[in-house]
């Protein structure tokens, strides 16, 4: 029997409700190649436009495209492992909306979206609960790419509006 303050993540069987099954999914290094030879391309035309579409491009993988896990915080406090596409998904609805609250957060500001949640009277209780704000809380890296990436999209739209003549 485990101690009641020393368990760990919940075990998930095989088949499990609620378990996606993890398709076979592209290896991250085709992206990385081809923002490679798009790099190598605008370098060797000296060309801004096609390193700023390489850019919009790197920024729309990180944001929609790359495969990463969910990372939401469940309400246990343990962290989400299942698969999600893109930095800005998580994957289930419930998770969404978690992700989606802490990305309106991020910017310093609160969803006006937000729907209130459901009381539900089956609950269960005695046990820990993790609170939405804290479940919502984005992992470092995730933090630090989406800004990045939010900022190359900006960086892109300012260069093909005011189109640098070099």
């Excluded at 990463?68 to 893109?86: K, L, N």
């Excluded at 609805?93 to 539900?120: C, I, M, S």
């Excluded at 790419?145 to 999209?153: K, M, N, Q, S, Y």
């Excluded at 960086?155 to 189109?163: D, E, K, L, Q």
Aim: proline share 7%.
């Amino acid at each position: 029997m485990v101690a009641q303050g020393k368990q760990g993540p919940p075990l998930v069987r095989k088949g499990a409700p609620g378990r996606r099954r993890r398709r076979r999914r592209e290896s991250a290094l085709v992206w990385w190649g081809a923002f490679a030879v798009l790099l190598a391309a605008a370098g060797w035309w000296r060309s801004w436009r096609l390193a700023m579409l390489t850019l919009l491009l790197w920024c729309l993988y990180e944001l929609v495209f790359v495969p990463t896990i969910c990372r939401v915080a469940t309400r246990r406090g343990y962290s989400c492992r299942e698969p999600a596409r893109g930095r800005l998904f998580a994957c289930s609805p419930g998770h969404q909306q978690v992700k989606t609250d802490a990305l309106w957060r991020l910017v310093g500001l609160r969803n006006p979206l937000r729907r209130p949640p459901k009381a539900d009277p089956n609950r269960a209780t005695g046990t820990l609960v993790v609170s939405p704000a804290v479940r919502g809380r984005l992992a470092q890296a995730d933090r630090t790419l989406i800004l990045l990436a939010a900022l190359g999209t900006l960086v892109t739209i300012a260069g093909v509006v005011y189109g640098f003549d070099l």
